[in-house]
């Protein structure tokens, strides 16, 4: 058995498409489905009776629609483990391998941040086979990622010896964030791997771990989970299946009391039984405009686009008593980098006063 535990933490890289109020993972990417329904896809793969997700209590709401609207999960039981505030990745770990043992003590967990895409999805199965096979033998197992560029956002993991199975490798060392001379050497010497953020292992290894390097993290875990009240959550699968999902809810002091530290410093650095699997399947973190822009299709001049470019054109002059907005205007020669978040109390059509417009949609005068 293989229990999938996503974490779908908030974060603003991607500003402002991506906000607190509005996460990575919900969303679209060039107009398709959001990085968290494909992540629930991946996962479904290799589930075969439960997975659960671990988020903030403010994104309940939006991530039981997102469930709701896949099918491939209707056999599933689905878990939201609800933190009424965020504590890093070191606690929400903890929190799902507590919840991991409860139908199958023995089974390995896979974690798996809900805002990765992976482009072959059968090749990742196939790595997660593989995983779920060293975890059953004790091994706690990262993917490692080989380095296309010196990127200083990533921890590297110094790969050793070679398991002789799965493209594995055990870990020397694990380097959190190098600064870019340290990268760049890293990735020209061929045995560093860039720390994907997906782990495998089993529940009892992963906390025995944590009891030995950060005891204070499973401790205050277990101590959460006494705070714990579940209930089903409301509504039903948008093609009429009752809901499954289960809603856990922690008390606000409890979870405030959780360490807020990663798990790469909690354990990742310090533990001893760590492998690594180096497999291909076309990962990305989406951590940043530019990476964003990789995964879509290019114009003859380099450029990304979603949706319709008129070099030339401009945006109307007007004002909103309820919102701000900024006229800009397109040379069609010049690099244009237009960041246009709509924010305000109201954003209908009928707050918008238009004082100049290329359109004939003026409706009020330019004061001079």
Known sequence: MLLPAILSGGGTRLWPVSRESYPKPFIRLGGGESLLPRTLLRASTMATERLCIVAN?????????????LPALDRLEVTQLLEPIGRNTATAIALAAHWGPQSDPDAAMFVLP?????????AFARAATAAALLANQGEIVLFGISPSAPETGFGYLDLGDALGEANGYRVRQFVEK???????RYSEQGDYAWN???FCFRADVLLDALSRHAPDVPRAAQGVWKSASSRTAA???DHGTPSRTLEVRFARDAVAALPDISIDYALMERAEQVVALRPEFGWSDIG????????????????????KVKPGASLSMQMHHHRSEHRLHNLGKLPLVMIEPQ????????????FNDLYGRATSPVDT
């Open 235 to 237: 509504g039903g699968t």
């Open 196 to 198: 994907s953020g997906m």
């Open 288 to 307: 940043s405009w530019r990476a964003l822009a990789e995964q879509l299709p290019a114009d003859e001049g380099g450029n990304t686009t979603v949706g």
């Open 57 to 69: 209590e403010a994104y309940a709401f939006k991530t039981s629609e997102e469930v709701f609207e």
């Open 114 to 122: 809900a805002d990765h895409l992976i482009a072959d999805v059968d």
């Open 343 to 354: 924010r305000g109390d109201y954003v209908g059509e009928d707050d918008i006063v238009r």
């Open 178 to 184: 190098p600064d870019l001379k340290t990268a760049l």
